[in-house]
């Protein structure tokens, strides 16, 4: 039985709302029809890859995207069936179903006016259609709570390190610790497009003293009790006589009033959000627990990149089958292991110089096969992928025999130093254009150092050209991805450097 299926016989099934006033599943003595259901998916995304999250979407669900005003978020029509194939999108980090967008949202005068609107919004919200994914969706969300359970079980020991070091480290809020957080805060934080006050009611919270979510009985019992709820409120302007705080706790009173549902910060089934953007209100409830872009990635480095993003910059170079892509300053590998899962007919390449990054690069790549065993119950074939140790600056490849080149160079700041990226920039380049294939190959490369490779590039402009730039904020701090296209130039190597470097060619 498929998942959609199984998960709306269960919906049919159980009257879960059996107390609450306004879930019928049976509406008029006929049994609604949830698998036909339309609605509006609105997602996060790395800010400046909006376009490429809109991409994926329209080809792999066939839906078309409104890129919102509010940078890092996309929406998008979907019926329920395709709820799956919605969580396995690669450009998305965060998931929920709208319950209503007030486009042009006129706020009353006084802070007592505004926030009396918000607690009558509650009521008048059409939450139906919304919660019935919502409990459709709770099926995903518990089958990769229970996998990933094995996964931490079959590797135990090994994720010694993914605790605190799940944050990418670049993040000006380092000092939170996943630990200290809720996940699903800290990927409002870890998205740093989203640059807005972030509040949650805190109403009589009754935080639970049942620890195990991913067990059937308790989630049984969930069924038949209470609801518990948060509110989340995310607010972003700079007219607004309310804060999100204030926003959060009004609201979140009058849901809790209308549902008859529990406060609880922690410990919640639902997560209902309220985004407000200027004057853009949009309601929302939340379908996923913790940002998809964790999952690949189980040995963390100073520098981790969020899968999503990983996505996003291979996208860019548009890969072809049997397309060589490297990527030569790959840390932990989030990079190469993104492409390897998604372009398996490429064949990928990460390098570093520093041998605990290739370390935990071959551990994460190990990780990955370890759970698609697990996952498919059989041996699997592997991933096209390799690790190696090698200094960018001479890499042991042949001349012209690169199709793609990805990377994440040092940006100068936790790595590396901006002294040293005035040599190193240059010989990167250099290098990259010696085993980049003229005429065909390209280069994304990812750097927050703008000025140090904007120079480096300008004189590289017999064998790399600039097609393309996108900016994006990688943990507060601006940072440009080019696209580069390698020229049909041959590379001419000095007769200076072969005498220093004896590369193949
Ligand atoms: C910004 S980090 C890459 C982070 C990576 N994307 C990840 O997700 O973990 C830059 C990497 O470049 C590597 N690096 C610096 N100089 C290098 C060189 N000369 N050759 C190869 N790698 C180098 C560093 O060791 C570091 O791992």
């Excluded at 590797?155 to 699903?184: M, Q, W």
């Excluded at 025999?401 to 990805?406: A, E, F, G, Q, Y």
């Excluded at 000025?451 to 050209?465: E, I, Y």
């Amino acid at each position: 039985m498929s998942d959609i299926q199984e998960a709306t016989d269960q919906l049919l099934d159980v009257n879960l709302f059996e107390n609450q006033r306004f879930v019928q599943v049976t509406e008029s003595g006929h049994r609604s029809e949830p698998e036909h259901l339309q609605v509006t998916i609105g997602a996060t995304v790395p800010t400046g890859f909006e376009q490429t999250a809109a991409d994926e979407v329209r080809e792999k669900l066939g839906s078309s995207c409104k890129i919102s005003k509010d940078r890092g978020k996309i929406y998008f029509d979907i019926s329920v069936e395709s709820l799956a194939q919605v969580h396995c999108l690669r450009s998305v980090d965060n998931l929920f179903v709208v319950v209503q967008e007030l486009k042009d949202y006129q706020f009353k005068e006084t802070k007592e006016e505004v926030l009396k609107d918000f607690e009558d919004l509650a009521g008048k919200l059409p939450w139906s259609d919304p919660l019935k994914v919502w409990k459709i969706n709770t099926s995903f969300k518990k089958k990769k709570a229970k996998r990933k359970k094995i996964n931490q079980n079959s590797s135990k020991g090994k994720i010694n390190n993914g605790r605190g070091e799940k944050i990418d480290e670049r993040d000006v809020k380092k000092d939170f610790t996943s630990d200290a957080l809720d996940p699903h805060i800290l990927d409002y934080y870890e998205n740093p497009g989203i640059k807005e006050e972030i509040s949650t009611l805190v109403g009589d919270d009754l935080a639970s003293s049942k620890e195990d979510d991913t067990d059937e009985s308790s989630k049984e019992e969930t069924d038949h009790r209470a609801l518990k709820f948060r509110v989340t409120c995310n607010r972003a302007g700079e007219k607004h006589c309310f804060t999100s705080n204030e926003a959060a706790r009004d609201f979140g009173g009058a849901v809790q009033d209308y549902f008859k549902w529990k406060a609880d910060m922690t410990n919640f089934d639902v997560e209902v959000l309220l985004n407000i953007h200027d004057n853009e209100i949009v309601v929302g409830i939340a379908l996923t627990e913790e940002s998809l872009h964790r999952r690949n990635i189980t040995h963390f480095g100073p520098t981790t990149l969020r899968s999503t993003l990983a996505y996003g910059m291979l996208r860019l170079c548009a890969p072809q089958p049997s397309d060589i892509i490297v990527d030569p300053m790959c840390g932990t590998g989030a990079i190469p292991i993104e492409g390897a899962t998604e372009w398996s007919k490429c064949y990928h390449i990460a390098g570093d110089n520093n041998p605990l990054a290739v370390n935990r690069a071959a551990n994460n790549i190990s990780s990955l096969l370890t759970k698609n065993q697990i996952q498919e119950s059989k041996p699997s074939w592997g991933l096209p992928i390799d690790a190696v140790q090698w200094d960018i600056c001479n890499l042991p490849l042949r001349t012209g025999s690169v199709d793609i080149i990805v990377t994440d160079m040092p940006f100068g700041k936790r790595m590396g130093s901006k002294k040293r990226n005035w040599n190193l920039y240059p010989a990167c380049l250099r290098e990259m254009s010696r085993v980049c294939r003229p005429g065909t190959g390209r280069a994304v490369l990812l750097t927050q150092d703008k000025k140090c490779f904007t120079k480096a590039l300008s004189r590289m402009g017999h064998v790399w050209r600039k097609v393309h730039t996108v900016w994006v904020n990688i943990g507060g701090l601006h940072a440009a991805v080019y696209l580069l296209k390698r020229t049909s130039q041959a590379f001419v190597r000095s007769s200076e450097q072969d005498e220093e470097k004896g590369t193949p060619s």
